[in-house]
Nanobody
């Protein structure tokens, strides 16, 4: 089991910045991947950024160059730095980690944190 606790959501104006944090109860080095998703009410959850221990970093096209995913292995924390925010970034953001154990793949989710971008 992995518990994830998110923080850092809130409100920002267009062009502003926010940083999301996600603290893992397990060592990040023991996990296969760490990801951030977002979801708008009535729509499917979509992946925003992904950090895989083997395979590197990926971003959703619309956030590339504005968002940065990073990790602190000492603090077991995953970050999502969001710059130059746009109204379309408004959503609930979820932290997600993947744990590949033998033939089984397990996913764990944070509770979600609201990000609202408006003027």
């Amino acid at each position: 089991q992995v518990q994830l606790v998110e923080s850092g959501g809130g409100s920002a104006q267009p062009g502003g910045s926010l940083r999301l944090s996600c603290v893992s109860s397990r060592s990040l080095a023991s996990l296969t991947a760490m990801r951030w998703f977002r979801q708008v009410a009535g729509k499917s959850r979509e992946m925003v950024a992904s950090f895989r221990n083997i395979g590197g970093i990926e971003y959703k096209e619309s956030v590339r160059g504005r968002f940065t995913i990073s990790r602190d292995n000492i603090k077991n924390t995953i970050y999502l730095q969001m710059n130059n925010l746009e109204a379309e970034d408004t959503a609930v953001y979820f932290c997600n980690v993947v744990d590949w154990v033998g033939r089984n793949v397990y996913e764990y989710w944070g509770q979600g944190t609201q990000v609202t971008v408006s003027s």
